[in-house]
Nanobody, 122 residues
């Protein structure tokens, strides 16, 4: 059974940093691309970034967020810097067997974590 468990969320002031982790089990981690999504209250879940053969980011986080994937630890990280209040959301990691096609789509992912709350105060 596949499990994805996010951690590292919390409350941070604008301009601060957080590192989210997503620990995976029950799958051959190196064979999966990993994505990060977020959902703010009253909004749809949106793509943040993904690590496939390449790494992709949505425009609003480029230059501020960095995804890294450690296959030895079965963990993917989302390093977030220069955080803004509009980054406040529940952040989810997800896994897909796709490599680089359509990693920005929620429908591309097979497995999801439970989410971790990130709150950025102004």
């Amino acid at each position: 059974q596949v499990h994805l468990v996010e951690s590292g969320g919390g409350l941070v002031q604008a301009g601060g940093s957080l590192r989210l982790s997503c620990a995976a089990s029950g799958l051959t981690f190196s064979s999966y691309s990993m994505g990060w999504f977020r959902q703010a209250p009253g909004k749809e879940r949106e793509f943040v970034g993904a690590s496939g053969r390449n790494t992709y980011y949505t425009n609003s986080v480029k230059g501020r967020f960095t995804i890294s994937k450690d296959n030895a630890k079965n963990t993917v990280y989302l390093q977030m810097t220069s955080l803004k209040p509009e980054d406040t959301a529940v952040y989810y990691c997800a896994a897909t067997r796709r490599t680089d096609s359509n990693l920005g789509s929620i429908r591309s992912y097979d497995y999801w974590g439970q989410g971790t709350q990130v709150t950025v105060s102004s």
